[in-house]
């Protein structure tokens, strides 16, 4: 089992910035994929960024240049660097830690950060 404890989120003005932390129960990175989803109110959740094992990220069209994902093996901990925050931005954010092994698919979730974009 993993415990995934998001940190970071808040309310924001247009144009502002925020850093979301992930800090992981066990050291986990050299093997599972780190992800940072996202669900806005009566929306899909969707995958905003992710960065493998080996360290290869991607991003959604709607946040590349503006998100970074980072990780801190170390601490344990996955960020995500949020600037040039838009309204749209606006959703509960969510850690995902997921790895295919051989003794089948684990896939872990946190349980949420609210990011708030608004005047």
């Known amino acids: 089992q993993v415990q995934l404890v998001e940190s970071g989120g808040g309310l924001v003005q247009p144009g502002g910035s925020l850093r979301l932390s992930c800090t992981a129960s066990r050291s986990i990175f050299s093997i599972y994929t780190m992800a940072w989803y996202r669900q806005a109110p009566g929306k899909q959740r969707e995958l905003v960024t992710a960065?493998?094992?080996?360290?290869?990220?991607n991003y959604a069209d709607s946040v590349k240049g503006r998100f970074t994902i980072s990780r801190d093996n170390a601490k344990n901990t996955v960020y995500l660097q949020m600037n040039s925050l838009k309204p749209e931005d606006t959703a509960v954010y969510y850690c995902?830690?997921?790895?295919?092994?051989?003794?089948?698919?684990?896939?872990?979730w946190g349980q949420g950060t609210q990011v708030t974009v608004s005047s």
């Open positions: 995902n830690a997921n790895t295919l092994a051989t003794t089948g698919t684990y896939n872990y």
């Open positions: 960065i493998t094992s080996g360290g290869s990220t």
